[in-house]
């Protein structure tokens, strides 16, 4: 089971795009609606996102992927500043880089996926690409999902999933932001979950104490 915490969780955020999560992550601890506090986000690539967050007073540091000649050698150097920076949960918040997670980090790694897996996802399904695959498959229902992570794509223990319609004029950014809405509302969710000692992972399952903390 994770560790209840007496204080507001200590976040990093990695991005690689826009920095849209991230900000609603902010909004939510600026609100009081999340016991959290960011000290370090790291961004893959200066982008528009690493602006957005110093804009709104959250340090962020750029690690360029392309400077590094392996992922373990990009990873050594992320879970580094990560370490420096004591940080008690990572979240990835539109990270595109593959990461190698060492053992004092497992089951201490979030992501939020735009679909419902096992469905639309993997390796190159993020984004635009997996709206447009939900919409030509047909789908009826897409959705989020919140996920620990583990060395392999989209593959890591279920914490959370919202469902969404898909209706039959959706677009792909319609149907984004259908799902972006409830991705708001799933991330925090789970995060303050984390943070209050009521998740256990037993094999590939996550187990939510509904009732009690620790």
Known sequence: MSTALDRPIRLGVLISGGGTTLLNLHDRIQSGALSAEIPLVISSRQTAGVEKAKSVGLPCEVLPRQEFDSTS????????????AEID???????????????????RVMNIHPALIPAFCGKGMHGRHVHEAVLQRGCKVSGCTVHFCDNEYDHGPIILQRA????????????AARVFEHECLAYPEAIRLYSEGRLTIIGSRVLIDRNGTG
């Open 73 to 84: 050698a990009f990873s050594e150097a992320l879970f580094a500043q990560l370490r420096r």
């Open 89 to 107: 949960l990572v979240i990835l918040a539109g990270f595109l880089c593959r990461i190698d997670i060492p053992a004092d980090f497992e089951q």
């Open 164 to 175: 969404v319609p898909v209706l039959d004029d959706d677009t792909p950014e319609a149907l």
